[in-house]
């Protein structure tokens, strides 16, 4: 299976079949299983469905690693659209964007500049700016910029973070933040990194994510527990039993389309449930990573291409 995970990850990163999947209306179609349209309409209506569940959405405007100014500009402007419709149709809901594609290549004065003004409109909607993690290469750079905005007067509340738990870094960076007061969502991590960055053995990962989880539900900040992994969820609940936390106090987190049946199971249970929901023209790097995490959903998304 790692062999897999890296070949996916490695075909995350080809352009010219990424070029030809994103036109192509067959590509568009295996894409629909995690990505929830092309349009802000189209996310907007899923956001909706969700929420009709019990079920808030964190929406994503698919896009990572521009190479000019104005492209940044133009991603920064759909999620203003975005911040604008969660306020107007009260949706239960906050966005998620990456630091690559507010610019962040370009020089991280615009990524700041742009991110900063995402979070003065949501601060002005009552809403909530999550900055996702990215590759190694981006990690202090993303740590650095959430706290700088964090420490503006009224950004307390309105952005946060994402603590990938394959990283060895990873304790020491919670750690900074959370004196800060900032919000982490925990996710194992999605990237092609290292032995010397991050643990290699997936049994390491999931011990360091069940022991930062716990790191995490103790420090009376609201954090988000973002994961599929069973495993991961039980060691959650039964850390929250032990040690008498509100189940209110945090908030589980999935991936559109992954795991519905435990995203309703745990709404039903009390827990709080987010879901993450990607759109837009640029879904492929994204989908070729959720078919690293699960090879198994080739054969998955073929089945269902059949069905149809
Ligand atoms: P793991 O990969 O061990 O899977 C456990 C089980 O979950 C699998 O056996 C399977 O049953 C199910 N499962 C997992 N992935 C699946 C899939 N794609 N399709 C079907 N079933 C699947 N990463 C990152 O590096 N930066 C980020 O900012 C984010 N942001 C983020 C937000 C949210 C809300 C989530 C849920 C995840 C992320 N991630 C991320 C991705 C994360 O790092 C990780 O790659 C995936 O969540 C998969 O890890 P699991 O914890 O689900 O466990």
């Known amino acids: 299976m790692p062999v897999l995970r890296s070949a996916f990850i490695a075909l995350s990163r080809n352009a010219g079949l990424r070029r030809f999947s994103e036109r192509s209306s067959l590509g568009r179609r295996m894409s629909s299983r995690f990505v929830a349209g092309m349009e802000p309409a189209e996310v907007i209506a899923a956001c909706e469905a969700l929420n009709r569940q019990g079920i808030a959405a964190t929406l994503d405007s698919l896009g990572e ?14 999620y203003h659209r975005l911040l604008d419709e969660i306020e107007r149709r009260k949706l239960n809901a906050n966005v998620s964007v990456k630091l690559t594609q507010m610019g962040m290549d370009l020089g991280s004065g615009l990524a700041e500049e742009i991110v900063a003004g995402l979070v003065d409109h949501a601060i002005a909607a009552n809403s909530f700016v999550r900055v996702d993690m990215e590759g190694t290469e981006y990690t202090d750079a ?31 960076d919670i750690q900074t933040l959370l004196g800060d007061g900032i919000r982490i969502r925990l996710c194992k991590g999605a990237y092609k990194e290292p032995p010397d960055k991050a643990f290699p053995a997936k049994a390491d990962v999931d ?20 994961t599929h992994d069973e495993k991961m969820i039980s060691a ?3 850390f929250v039993r032990e040690h008498g936390i509100d189940p209110a106090s945090f908030e589980f987190q999935m991936l559109y389309g992954v795991r519905r049946d435990l ?10 449930m987010r879901v993450y929901v990607p759109f837009g023209h640029e879904w492929y790097p994204y989908f070729m990573r959720r078919l690293a995490e699960r090879p198994a959903n080739v054969l998955f998304i073929a089945r269902n291409m059949l069905r149809k």
């Open 65 to 78: 690693n521009v190479t000019t100014p104005a492209e940044a500009q133009t991603s920064a402007a759909i």
């Open 142 to 172: 993303t740590i650095e910029l959430v706290r700088r905005i964090h420490a503006r007067p009224g950004s307390r509340g309105h952005v946060g973070i994402v603590i990938q738990a394959y990283l060895y870094r990873s304790e020491q």
């Open 207 to 226: 011990a360091n994510f069940v022991k930062l989880a716990g790191l995490l539900l103790r420090s009376g900040i609201y954090h988000g527990i973002a």
């Open 236 to 238: 959650t609940r039964q």
């Open 263 to 272: 995203q309703t199971a745990l709404v039903k249970e009390g827990f709080g």
